[in-house]
Every structure is written in C-alpha cells, then in structure tokens.
C-alpha cells in the first residue's frame, strides 16, 4: 500500500475549487493507494500537519496550494525519503510552473500517481529554506503589501505593485554590502533566485535551474521611477539584463550585511519575513529534496 497524504490550503489562489476525498479517489486505485486529506485552517499550520504525516510514515506527502504551502511541505521533508508531490492551487505557482507540473488537477494528480521523482536545489537563508527564491528591496516590499491586501490575486499582486512604487521614497535609505564590497546606498532589489519562475510566468533570473547546485543572483541599483517603469517591461520581455544598472551572477553562497538597521525585512517564497539580524547569508544545498515530476 503506498500512502500519500494530501495537504491542502483552502486559502490559496482564488480559494473556490476545494478539493475532495471522492474527487482525489477516482484517480487513484483502491487498494493500492491509501489517501489522507488535511486541510489546513492558519499560516504555518501545513508545517504541523506535514511534521504529523512523517510520524504517520507517509511515503508521498502532497502540497495542494502555492509556493507558500509548498515551502512549509518541503521544509520538513529534506533529509527524509518522503517524496513531495504538487498539485498547484496558488495564485503565481511559480515552483511548479519551472517543475513543469500543469495546473491542470487532473494532469497533476497523475503525475503523483506516475511516482517519477527527482531530486532538486534547496536554498538556505539564515537557517530557513526556500525553493524558489529568496529578496529584499522592492519584492520583499511588494510581497509586504500583496499580504496586507488580502487579495491573493493577479490583480492583488498589480494593486500591491503600484502601492510600493508609490511609497518608495518614503522608505527609509539603507545601505546593503553584498560579500563584503562597499555597501550600495538603497538598491531596488536583490533577488536570489533557485527557481526560473518567480509566478505568473514572470522571471527575472531566466537562466536559474533547480539542479545546477547555484543560485542566480540579480542585483538592481538604486534606480529612478522611469527607470523603474522600464524595468517593469523589461521583465514581461524577459530581458532585465538590458538595464545597465542590474548586475546578474550564479553563486553557491552571497552575504549581505545591512548597515543602519538590525533586521532584514525579506520575502522568502513569497511570503514576507523578517529576519531579525543585520547579516544574511545565503546558500544552496545540492539536490536535497525528492520532488515528482513528469518524466
Ligand atoms: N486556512 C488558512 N487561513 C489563512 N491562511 C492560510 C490558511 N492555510 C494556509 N494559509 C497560509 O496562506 C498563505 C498563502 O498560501 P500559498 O502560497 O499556498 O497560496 P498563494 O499565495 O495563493 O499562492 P502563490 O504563493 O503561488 O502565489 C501561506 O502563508 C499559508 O501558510
């Protein structure tokens, strides 16, 4: 009997598609498969529910939501045998869209089935994992916003983009030194990215691979608001690099270091986090969680 436990956030993207034990049933075959469905009722609570499916001796454990979701999954399963499945039902999907895992419930739901796994890149930031990238600077304000709207939504996602493009001057300046250079005053954002999808299909490390054992690093200097526009096209071209100021590198390990202040407000899977130190630093460990894939 294989046991697969499937977590799911009611919450996630637009939260009206839930997902039943009879539906889950019919794509898979009694006897052969057993099922459990847990659905989670607060932020963080996938992690307690996961942490119990081990104790249970799950042998696939699935995150049925977003990359929020998924990072609270598979947070718990590396340095374990359990594989992770997906079955994407957040907003931007971005793990599973580099993953090549449809949208389509039903492709999805097979792919589980299938049991093709793969072993993937974890990242590392202060001691938290992340899958598919880690920021500060403009994103990790956007996500700031994108929460405290509580439109988890394209739309949420645009509105929480031009309520922190509006507010960035208010902000106060920081300087950030990366692996040790001289600190730049204010940059706009550094993304260090293990994924190619940041969500609804937008990237701004193109090049990033989930099994090259690097991260991709994108550094964007303090810019002007045109400019800033211009960058935003840029991302829908997939051709950030065009920007003289943005700097784009792979790396196992990057340090940053805040002058002014002791905290770091960052964005870790899109969700936002503050981190409560001046120092970050930020790694890769190589091909540490088993996913299921399409062949
Ligand atoms: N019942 C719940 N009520 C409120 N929040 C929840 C609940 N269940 C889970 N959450 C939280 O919802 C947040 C968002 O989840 P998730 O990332 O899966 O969806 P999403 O944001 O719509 O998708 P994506 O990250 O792909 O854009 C996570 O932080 C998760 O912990």
Redesign the pocket.
């Known amino acids: 009997m294989i046991h697969i436990h499937f977590i799911v956030?009611?919450?996630?993207?637009h939260g009206n598609a839930p997902l039943t034990h009879e539906e889950l049933q019919s794509y898979f075959i009694k006897g052969v498969h057993d099922l459990t469905i847990k659905?989670?009722?607060?932020?963080?609570?996938?992690t307690a529910l996961t942490k119990a499916s081990i104790v249970e001796k799950a042998d696939i454990i699935v995150a049925c939501?977003?990359?929020?979701?998924?990072n609270?999954v598979a947070t718990c399963l590396i340095g374990t045998d359990i594989a992770l499945g997906i079955v994407?039902?957040?907003?931007?999907?971005?793990l599973a869209s580099n993953l090549k895992i449809p949208k389509n419930r039903r492709k999805a739901l097979e792919i589980i089935r299938n049991r093709h796994a793969e072993h993937i890149d974890v990242g590392n930031i202060n001691g938290r994992y992340f899958f598919s990238n880690t920021g500060v600077g403009f994103d990790a304000s956007l996500i700031k916003n994108y929460e405290s709207s509580e439109k988890?939504t394209l739309l949420g996602y645009i509105s929480a983009c031009a309520i922190t493009f509006k507010n960035i001057k208010k902000n106060t300046p920081l300087s950030i030194g990366i692996d040790g250079e001289a600190p730049l005053l204010n940059p706009f954002i550094i993304l260090i990215s293990n994924s190619n999808e940041m969500?609804y299909k937008l990237s701004l490390t193109p090049k990033a691979s989930l099994q090259d054992g690097l991260l991709d690093v994108l550094i964007v200097k303090k810019i002007g608001r045109l400019k800033m526009l211009w960058l935003g096209f840029l991302i829908l071209i997939r051709k950030v690099h065009w920007l003289k100021e943005s700097r784009s590198f792979q790396t196992k390990k990057i340090s940053l270091k805040c002058e002014q202040s002791d905290f770091f407000d960052t964005q870790v899977?899109?969700?936002h986090n503050r981190i409560d130190d001046n120092h970050l630093t930020i790694s890769l460990m190589e091909k540490s969680l088993r996913v299921l894939t399409a062949k």
């Open positions: 956030n009611p919450i996630a993207g659905v989670t009722e607060y932020k963080a609570h996938a939501g977003g990359d929020g979701t998924i609270e994407p039902m957040g907003s931007g999907n971005g988890r969500g899977d899109g969700e």
